[in-house]
């Protein structure tokens, strides 16, 4: 079974909306055992004896390689190069002959995962500016968009960095962007589905409701708001918690608005409010 550019282009887009960003040491079994077997190969496998090779010293048949494959790929530890997949992990992240990204996309996904993983609107001059030339950042933005790392968020006033990304390390968030110009070259339907993160999608609804008369809008808007988020359940994923920190008070009826508190707060105490219902 050839698991290298059909698993890419199917299996890969089959990955689950909202599945958990795994740090190398939160990986399963099966993940880690493919990960060392790929190290010993020199970082990548290729279809052919290659894959034999993978099955043999990972002791994994085709469907439990393939499901570590794709763990791996939601972790942002492995990375499609042509017609093999590359992991960065161990001795591999340095290795494993990832093409260089440019300077400033590296510094665009670091600075989305180092502000919370949320841009809101009217800082977005001052982060573009920070980062290099407009049209530069600008553009990255545009593919970070179109490769499902960053979301537009419809009429709410930000942006929102993709899950896999926000937990990244440095060398993995390298990774995420040498491969953009490879993910821009698949169909649509054979990207990685954007997943929002929690906390940021919160905090990006905090902030929407506060900049409404008096934070508060009609149910109705509101969930229309939530729709826009992406998240599978986004009652259980953000109204819940915030009713329960007492960020949204329970008692507004057909209304949803923020506490009294949180109305009259800076953007800086709301974000330490939503936070802390990580």
């Known amino acids: 079974m050839k698991i290298i550019r059909a698993f890419a282009l199917s299996s890969l887009a089959a990955a689950p909306m909202g599945a958990p960003v795994l740090a190398q040491s939160d990986l399963s079994p099966d993940a880690t055992v493919l990960s060392a077997a790929m190290e010993q190969m020199g970082c990548s496998i290729s279809p052919g ?12 048949d085709g ?19 042509g017609e093999a997949l590359v992991v960065v992990t161990g001795s591999c992240l340095e290795t494993a002959g990832l093409p260089d990204a440019p300077e400033t996309m590296i510094a665009t996904l670091t600075g989305l995962r180092d502000t919370g993983c949320v841009l809101h609107e009217d800082e977005a001059n001052a982060f573009i500016e920070a980062r290099g030339p407009r049209e530069v950042i600008v553009g990255h933005l545009r593919d970070l968009e179109v490769v499902n790392l960053v979301r537009r968020v419809g009429s ?32 649509e ?11 940021s999608t919160r905090v990006l609804y905090v902030e929407w409701l506060a900049s409404q008369e008096g934070c508060a809008l009609p149910a109705s808007e509101s969930f229309d708001g939530m729709a826009e988020l992406g998240a599978d359940n986004t009652l259980e994923f953000v109204v819940v918690p915030l009713l329960d920190a007492g960020i949204l008070p329970s008692d507004s009826g057909s209304i949803t608005r923020l506490s009294d508190e949180m109305c009259a707060a800076g953007r800086d105490e709301r974000r330490a409010a939503v936070e802390a219902t990580r």
């Open 49 to 60: 004896p290659q894959e034999m090779e993978a099955r043999r010293l990972s002791g994994l």
């Open 63 to 81: 469907e439990q390689i393939a499901a570590a494959a794709q763990e791996l790929f939601s972790a942002g530890l492995l990375q499609l190069q």
């Open 156 to 187: 709410l006033p930000g942006l929102l960095l993709d899950q896999r990304a926000c937990g990244a390390e440095d060398g993995v968030i390298a990774s995420f962007a040498a491969q953009v110009p490879d993910i821009l070259e698949l169909p």
């Open 189 to 199: 339907v054979n990207r990685m589905p954007f997943t929002a993160e929690a906390v």
